[in-house]
Protein backbone atom coordinates (compact mmCIF):
# COMPACT_ATOMS: atom_id res chain seq x y z
CA UNK A 1 0.00 0.00 0.00
CA UNK A 2 0.67 3.42 -0.95
CA UNK A 3 -0.60 5.10 2.27
CA UNK A 4 0.02 3.54 5.85
CA UNK A 5 -2.81 1.81 7.45
CA UNK A 6 -5.19 4.58 9.60
CA UNK A 7 -7.30 2.34 12.82
CA UNK A 8 -9.48 4.21 14.68
CA UNK A 9 -10.96 3.50 18.20
CA UNK A 10 -14.15 4.92 19.31
CA UNK A 11 -16.03 4.51 22.36
CA UNK A 12 -13.42 2.06 23.35
CA UNK A 13 -9.73 1.46 24.29
CA UNK A 14 -7.54 0.95 21.63
CA UNK A 15 -6.95 -2.88 21.30
CA UNK A 16 -3.57 -4.18 20.29
CA UNK A 17 -4.68 -7.68 19.32
CA UNK A 18 -7.81 -6.19 17.20
CA UNK A 19 -5.27 -4.01 15.47
CA UNK A 20 -3.37 -7.09 14.65
CA UNK A 21 -6.33 -8.85 13.27
CA UNK A 22 -7.06 -6.04 11.10
CA UNK A 23 -3.62 -6.10 9.87
CA UNK A 24 -3.92 -9.64 9.24
CA UNK A 25 -7.34 -9.31 6.98
CA UNK A 26 -5.50 -6.17 4.83
CA UNK A 27 -2.71 -8.46 4.52
CA UNK A 28 -4.97 -11.30 2.73
CA UNK A 29 -6.71 -8.49 0.97
CA UNK A 30 -3.28 -6.99 -0.39
CA UNK A 31 -2.41 -10.83 -1.21
CA UNK A 32 -6.15 -11.33 -3.26
CA UNK A 33 -5.78 -7.74 -5.19
CA UNK A 34 -2.03 -5.70 -5.14
CA UNK A 35 -2.93 -2.76 -5.99
CA UNK A 36 -4.19 -1.26 -2.15
CA UNK A 37 -3.31 2.32 -1.96
CA UNK A 38 -4.73 2.87 1.40
CA UNK A 39 -6.99 1.82 4.16
CA UNK A 40 -8.73 3.17 7.22
CA UNK A 41 -10.84 1.69 9.69
CA UNK A 42 -12.68 2.63 12.08
CA UNK A 43 -13.75 0.49 14.95
CA UNK A 44 -16.89 1.56 17.53
CA UNK A 45 -18.09 0.64 20.58
CA UNK A 46 -21.79 0.71 20.95
CA UNK A 47 -22.90 1.74 24.47
CA UNK A 48 -26.67 2.06 23.68
CA UNK A 49 -27.58 -1.69 23.95
CA UNK A 50 -26.40 -2.50 27.55
CA UNK A 51 -29.77 -4.85 27.53
CA UNK A 52 -28.12 -6.69 24.95
CA UNK A 53 -23.97 -6.49 25.41
CA UNK A 54 -22.23 -3.71 23.68
CA UNK A 55 -22.21 -4.05 19.95
CA UNK A 56 -19.05 -3.05 17.13
CA UNK A 57 -19.05 -1.59 14.20
CA UNK A 58 -16.70 -1.12 11.52
CA UNK A 59 -16.22 1.20 8.61
CA UNK A 60 -13.36 0.80 5.95
CA UNK A 61 -12.39 3.02 3.74
CA UNK A 62 -10.27 1.42 1.19
CA UNK A 63 -8.68 3.42 -1.91
CA UNK A 64 -8.21 1.73 -4.94
CA UNK A 65 -6.28 3.32 -7.89
CA UNK A 66 -9.63 5.84 -9.27
CA UNK A 67 -12.02 4.18 -6.66
CA UNK A 68 -12.85 3.94 -2.84
CA UNK A 69 -15.01 0.96 -1.36
CA UNK A 70 -16.90 2.32 1.72
CA UNK A 71 -17.86 -0.62 3.61
CA UNK A 72 -20.04 -0.08 6.96
CA UNK A 73 -20.79 -3.31 9.26
CA UNK A 74 -23.06 -2.48 12.14
CA UNK A 75 -24.05 -4.44 14.92
CA UNK A 76 -27.87 -3.46 15.14
CA UNK A 77 -29.47 -6.47 13.39
CA UNK A 78 -26.79 -9.25 14.15
CA UNK A 79 -26.29 -10.15 17.48
CA UNK A 80 -23.12 -12.09 16.08
CA UNK A 81 -21.18 -8.76 16.53
CA UNK A 82 -20.85 -8.36 19.84
CA UNK A 83 -17.62 -10.10 19.36
CA UNK A 84 -15.48 -7.34 17.71
CA UNK A 85 -13.29 -10.26 15.99
CA UNK A 86 -16.83 -11.20 14.28
CA UNK A 87 -17.28 -7.77 12.59
CA UNK A 88 -13.86 -7.42 11.72
CA UNK A 89 -14.06 -10.44 9.54
CA UNK A 90 -17.64 -10.01 7.95
CA UNK A 91 -16.73 -6.31 7.07
CA UNK A 92 -13.75 -7.76 5.58
CA UNK A 93 -15.31 -10.39 3.93
CA UNK A 94 -17.58 -7.55 2.02
CA UNK A 95 -14.82 -5.71 0.96
CA UNK A 96 -13.45 -8.65 -0.75
CA UNK A 97 -16.68 -9.13 -2.15
CA UNK A 98 -16.50 -5.72 -3.74
CA UNK A 99 -12.65 -5.99 -4.52
CA UNK A 100 -13.53 -8.86 -6.10
CA UNK A 101 -16.03 -7.47 -8.54
CA UNK A 102 -13.99 -4.48 -8.75
CA UNK A 103 -11.28 -6.39 -10.40
CA UNK A 104 -13.71 -8.41 -12.55
CA UNK A 105 -15.10 -4.77 -14.19
CA UNK A 106 -11.34 -3.64 -14.88
CA UNK A 107 -10.64 -7.44 -16.90
CA UNK A 108 -14.63 -6.81 -18.61
CA UNK A 109 -14.85 -10.22 -17.39
CA UNK A 110 -18.46 -9.50 -16.27
CA UNK A 111 -21.20 -11.13 -17.79
CA UNK A 112 -23.97 -9.57 -19.69
CA UNK A 113 -26.71 -11.20 -20.33
CA UNK A 114 -28.34 -10.32 -23.70
CA UNK A 115 -32.09 -9.85 -23.31
CA UNK A 116 -34.17 -11.90 -25.39
CA UNK A 117 -36.53 -9.67 -27.88
CA UNK A 118 -39.78 -8.52 -27.27
CA UNK A 119 -42.65 -8.27 -28.98
CA UNK A 120 -46.99 -7.99 -28.87
CA UNK A 121 -48.94 -10.46 -30.45
CA UNK A 122 -50.58 -8.96 -33.46
CA UNK A 123 -52.22 -11.59 -35.07
CA UNK A 124 -53.63 -15.52 -33.92
CA UNK A 125 -55.33 -18.05 -35.33
CA UNK A 126 -56.70 -20.38 -32.75
CA UNK A 127 -58.02 -22.82 -35.00
CA UNK A 128 -55.23 -23.36 -37.07
CA UNK A 129 -52.84 -22.48 -33.87
CA UNK A 130 -50.54 -20.11 -35.57
CA UNK A 131 -50.36 -16.48 -35.67
CA UNK A 132 -47.84 -13.56 -35.72
CA UNK A 133 -45.69 -11.73 -33.25
CA UNK A 134 -44.46 -7.78 -33.95
CA UNK A 135 -41.05 -6.99 -32.44
CA UNK A 136 -40.09 -3.56 -31.38
CA UNK A 137 -38.12 -2.76 -34.51
CA UNK A 138 -41.60 -3.19 -36.33
CA UNK A 139 -40.13 -6.88 -37.79
CA UNK A 140 -43.44 -9.77 -38.04
CA UNK A 141 -42.40 -13.28 -36.55
CA UNK A 142 -44.41 -16.49 -37.57
CA UNK A 143 -45.19 -18.87 -34.15
CA UNK A 144 -46.90 -21.81 -34.10
CA UNK A 145 -48.32 -23.38 -31.63
CA UNK A 146 -45.51 -25.37 -30.44
CA UNK A 147 -43.46 -22.37 -29.83
CA UNK A 148 -45.48 -20.99 -27.02
CA UNK A 149 -43.53 -22.95 -23.61
CA UNK A 150 -46.06 -23.59 -20.69
CA UNK A 151 -49.12 -24.87 -23.72
CA UNK A 152 -49.84 -20.68 -22.82
CA UNK A 153 -50.89 -20.79 -26.61
CA UNK A 154 -54.80 -20.53 -26.14
CA UNK A 155 -54.06 -17.98 -23.39
CA UNK A 156 -52.10 -15.47 -25.96
CA UNK A 157 -54.62 -12.16 -26.60
CA UNK A 158 -53.78 -9.52 -29.26
CA UNK A 159 -51.63 -6.81 -27.89
CA UNK A 160 -49.80 -9.53 -25.44
CA UNK A 161 -46.41 -9.09 -24.20
CA UNK A 162 -44.16 -11.91 -25.61
CA UNK A 163 -39.85 -12.36 -24.88
CA UNK A 164 -39.53 -14.51 -27.91
CA UNK A 165 -36.45 -16.58 -29.65
CA UNK A 166 -36.97 -17.05 -33.04
CA UNK A 167 -34.60 -18.63 -36.58
CA UNK A 168 -33.55 -15.77 -38.91
CA UNK A 169 -34.21 -18.41 -41.87
CA UNK A 170 -36.90 -17.22 -43.61
CA UNK A 171 -39.46 -19.95 -43.99
CA UNK A 172 -42.52 -20.05 -45.91
CA UNK A 173 -44.21 -17.21 -43.49
CA UNK A 174 -40.72 -15.76 -42.89
CA UNK A 175 -38.71 -15.67 -39.56
CA UNK A 176 -39.96 -18.55 -37.33
CA UNK A 177 -40.36 -18.08 -33.93
CA UNK A 178 -38.58 -21.28 -31.46
CA UNK A 179 -39.35 -20.11 -28.48
CA UNK A 180 -42.33 -17.53 -27.00
CA UNK A 181 -42.97 -17.05 -23.49
CA UNK A 182 -45.53 -14.85 -22.22
CA UNK A 183 -44.28 -12.47 -20.11
CA UNK A 184 -47.44 -10.13 -19.03
CA UNK A 185 -48.33 -6.25 -19.48
CA UNK A 186 -46.73 -3.16 -19.63
CA UNK A 187 -43.19 -4.31 -20.31
CA UNK A 188 -42.53 -2.58 -23.82
CA UNK A 189 -43.35 0.78 -25.20
CA UNK A 190 -46.60 1.52 -26.92
CA UNK A 191 -46.22 1.10 -30.64
CA UNK A 192 -47.15 4.02 -32.54
Known amino acids: ?24 KLDELERYYDRLVGCRVVVEQDH ?17 PGKTIAIDRKG ?36 SHEVPPHGRVLRIDRDEGFGFIELVDGREIYIH ?28 QGPQATTVQVIGKHHLPPTS
Open 76 to 111: TKNQAHQDVYVTVHDAFAAAKRKIEDHARIRRGKVK
Open 145 to 172: RNSVVNGEFDGLEIGGEVRIAFDEKEGE
Open 48 to 64: RHHQKGNLFRIRLDITL
Open 1 to 24: MEKPLDITFRHMDPSPAVEARIRE
